[in-house]
């Protein structure tokens, strides 16, 4: 992955500051005991939107008795803005991306997790361990997605191999005007820095880097269509030709159109990773725990992977999937896909600078 290897990759790393017992027992990939169920009282997260199957929260609430108050973002930014105010002290549990952990590790609004509460065995190693929070001190992964392009290879004229294909393609008279591309800052520009070449990184992308992915932006914005992430009746109708999204939204496109494809372009992309995180001020840490071992446990994994079209990180859960599952290869990315896959780390450095960057690109299109 160019530029930011992750720690752990392939190797998962012992977690310091846990105990001793937690610690050789995850090395081991051995179970801990989990605890038991807190009965009653209330837990309150704060997520995406529709995150759990609804036959699993229901069986936590019937299991429990628990009233779960659920209150949903639309950007990791709100997500981030709301945990820094007062009201955000009133959450359980938080679901960031890995790439938003050391920022809000270092600003304090993360706790430390108590590995021996969580189940970590049912955590597939290789998502344990990442650069961003290496010994998985405040978070306890859920699922992955990964970035790629939903297209029409028939209408759009040939195959997107790499980022620079989506470039030329955006130019053809007949595909101009109806390509959707990346809603943040760090997607749009990381793709631009992939499609120049050159080994240029989001992650570690000076302003001049920047500079250099808005002017290719700016010269292919008059062919955009919309900068969204999610819209999906648009591509699954044929009035979008191209998007950039995550798998599990270019499934849902996929399984209305059948002429569309799915594709993680070279020479890298994005990993999402989602962590189940408890922030500092959490009311009731009991129920967070209680929650999350619920979630974690095998039924639940694949109840959710199947409702999202998200990879839960259950180990071997492909296997453990309804027969009836329709498009599997797009839920789960090939290992040697997933190889070249990094997480897009939030960089307070420059993250105003390439806002402004992108409001140009916008206000361009």
């Not at 998962?12 to 005991?33: D, E, P």
């Not at 405040?138 to 290879?153: F, L, Q, R």
Request: overall charge neutral; proline content about 6%.
């Amino acid at each position: 992955m160019t530029g930011t290897e992750r720690i752990g990759r392939r190797q998962f790393l012992a977690l310091a500051g846990g105990s001793v017992l937690a610690a050789s027992a995850l090395r081991a990939g051995t179970a801990l005991a989990a605890p038991a169920q807190t009965k009653g009282g209330t837990l309150n997260i704060w997520t995406w939107p529709e995150y759990w199957a609804p036959a699993n929260l229901n069986g936590f609430k019937k299991a429990t008795g628990t009233t779960v108050n659920i209150a949903s973002y639309q950007s990791s930014d709100e997500m981030y803005a709301k945990l820094k105010t007062a009201a955000g002290a009133s959450y359980d549990i938080a679901i960031p991306d890995c790439g938003w952990l050391p920022v809000m590790s270092q600003a304090g609004l993360l706790q430390k997790i108590d590995h021996s509460r969580v189940p970590y065995h049912l955590i597939s190693k290789e998502f344990l361990g990442f650069k961003e929070d290496p010994h998985n001190t405040y978070s306890v992964p859920k699922d992955y997605a990964s970035t790629g392009i939903v297209y029409d290879p028939g209408a759009v004229g040939g195959k997107i191999k790499n980022w620079s294909d989506l470039f030329h393609a955006m130019a053809k008279p007949h595909v101009s005007g109806k390509v959707d591309m990346p809603a943040e800052p760090a997607e749009l520009f990381g793709i631009a820095l992939w499609a120049m070449g050159g080994g240029k990184d989001w992650n570690t992308a000076t302003k001049a880097d920047l500079a250099q992915a808005q002017k290719l932006c700016l010269s292919v914005a008059k062919h955009v269509h919309a900068y969204n992430d999610f819209e999906t009746s648009a591509v699954a109708n044929g009035s979008v030709l191209i998007a950039t999204m995550t798998n599990a939204n270019a499934r849902l496109c996929m399984l209305q159109n059948k002429k569309l494809e799915w594709v993680i372009p070279g020479p890298t992309s994005e990993l999402i990773l989602d962590n189940y995180t408890i922030p500092t001020h959490a009311p009731d840490l009991d129920q967070a725990y209680s929650f999350i071992n619920y979630m974690l446990q095998p039924a639940r994994q694949v109840a959710d992977c199947t409702y999202l079209g998200y990879p839960l990180l259950l180990p071997g859960i492909r296997a453990k999937m309804p027969k009836s599952t329709k498009l599997e290869d797009v839920i789960f990315t090939s290992a040697k896909d997933l190889a070249r896959l990094h997480p897009l780390d939030v960089r307070p450095d420059i993250q105003g600078y390439a806002e402004q960057l992108f409001s140009q690109v916008q206000a361009a299109s």
